[in-house]
């Protein structure tokens, strides 16, 4: 499993795409899953994940949906249409982002351009 410090900035990108690649998912949903892909590498605690959802919310990236599973209530999260264009813009600046650590940290002769 990764510690919590290395994984604790991709937690929000992590959650959004999943859910972005759903129909809509609910907490611990999100959380199997993560675990399920990652093969356990990433564990997201509640304390971690609520808050991010909550952020979300409130930032109009994700929308709820409650649905009454019995007497309990099941809080459904999906993205809005400004948070699939989130989902776009955070995948790509993640992929160039592990792009550069790779550079960094795989390629000993790596010549670093930070003109851009």
Known sequence: M??????KGTLQPIILKLIS?????????????VKEITRGKIDIS???LYPILHRME???ILDTEKVFIGKR???YYKVTDSGKKAAIKVTAELNDFIET???IFN???AVY???G
């Open 107 to 109: 390629d000993k002769k």
């Open 101 to 103: 650590l790779s550079v």
């Open 21 to 33: 690649e759903s129909e809509r998912m609910y907490g611990y949903e999100i959380t199997q899953k």
């Open 58 to 60: 409130a930032e109009k």
């Open 46 to 48: 509640e304390g971690a």
């Open 113 to 115: 351009d930070f003109n």
């Open 73 to 75: 209530v099941r809080k």
């Open 2 to 7: 990764y510690s919590k410090e290395l994984t």
